[in-house]
């Protein structure tokens, strides 16, 4: 009996089993290393008591860290170029504000210089990022 269909003939469908496989796959492994990927920039920063500054908005952020190398965000920029870059991002801001944050063991020349290359590029206000001291480091320890 015939039942109709050629032995010889080509397969028409399209098996895509092995694709859901693969894909599958490679969605794991993003899942998995992505978290890794995720860098910043590691500044020491400095102890001071102050009262904390509400912002409602993204800040922009500017760091040096031990090494004075300096970021914008988490992207890092050289000196030479650092004001251009800086006045083109906040030509698309309507906020002329700006945090600095700077590693506690960086010179202070350093940061002078990159303070000026940020009113350079037209800041209108420049804030300065600090951490809390440490109660617990203040208080006597009592055995």
Known sequence: MNTGRDRDSLMAEINVTPFVDVMLVLLIIFMVTAPMMVQGVDVALPEVSAEPI???????????????EVFINDYKVTLDFFSDKLSKILETRTDREVYLRADKDVPYGAVVTVMAGIKAAGVDRLGMVTLPPDEEKDKPKVR
């Open 54 to 68: 509400e912002s409602q908005k993204e800040p922009l952020l500017v760091t040096v860290n031990a090494r004075q």
